[in-house]
């Protein structure tokens, strides 16, 4: 039977202004046996931090981007996907919501599949810890909006863990226009539409009370969704 493996997997993680967290996240990574991307895009000392720690355990393939302007949770998955050099390619949020045993799981998915993506909402997903009603709330209220403005069929569209064959994901990175939260929607579409096979999949998952996303973000990020698909509207127009 073919495997993937996984040293031909890259993982990146964005990680705006995390110097809170990540020391936690960096001490579940370890186990992790493929090439790591770290997109440092914030103004306190998680790049730093990181460095430390690639010096201290240099068996780990981590390499580190540091900007100094913000990038958007997109924007910063846009440069590591640029930076990677695998076959395949994921990305996992910094707050160690997700264990690297799921991501490993996610990539060999990619056997049959060109992109695989967590669910916290498919049955068979295993939560630890739930995420607050109001996020709650509001994370079921988007999913509403995504269906009605892409007709994603999706359960879970944001869950910070996805991964993709790359030259699925170099075929539609150049259409992207979404550098925020919304990234993860649009990128779901662009490969529905150019014929690439998305799954879903449910995952073990943890809320850990100290997501970027608060909830007077919801309306930026519906206005977002409504201009991403407007664009894509007219591109299709334009096109015919």
């Known amino acids: 039977m073919n495997k993937i493996s996984g040293e031909n997997c890259t993982l990146i993680v964005p990680a705006y202004n995390e110097e809170r967290r990540i020391r936690s996240f960096l001490s579940e990574i370890k186990s992790y046996s493929g090439p790591l991307i770290f997109v440092c895009d914030g103004s306190d000392k998680t790049a730093e931090i990181v460095k430390n720690f690639a010096e201290k355990e240099d068996f ?21 996907i640029k930076a990677c050099d695998t076959d395949y390619v994921g990305f996992t949020d910094a707050d160690g919501s997700t264990p690297v ?49 892409f007709g994603l069929k999706f359960y879970d569209t944001q869950c910070g863990a996805k991964v ?26 662009l490969l529905l539409k150019r014929g690439f096979l998305v799954e879903e999949v449910p995952i073990k998952w943890n809320d850990t009370d100290e997501s970027h996303v608060k909830s007077r973000d919801g309306i930026g990020m519906l206005l977002n969704l409504l201009k991403i698909r407007f664009n894509q509207k007219r591109n299709d127009k334009t096109t015919r």
């Open 101 to 149: 045993s799921e991501i490993n799981r996610l990539f060999s998915y990619l056997l049959n599949y060109d992109c695989v993506i967590g669910s916290r909402w498919l049955k068979g997903a295993e939560i630890k810890k739930k995420q607050p009603f109001a996020r709650l709330f509001q994370s079921r209220l988007f999913n509403i909006y995504v269906r009605l403005l």
């Open 164 to 189: 993709f064959r790359k030259n699925a994901v170099d075929a539609v990175l150049p259409d992207i226009t979404s550098y925020g939260f919304e990234f993860d929607v649009e990128v779901l579409h």
């Open 60 to 80: 780990l393939k981590i390499k580190i981007i540091d900007f100094q302007s913000r990038l958007g949770k997109g924007g910063g998955i846009i440069e590591g």
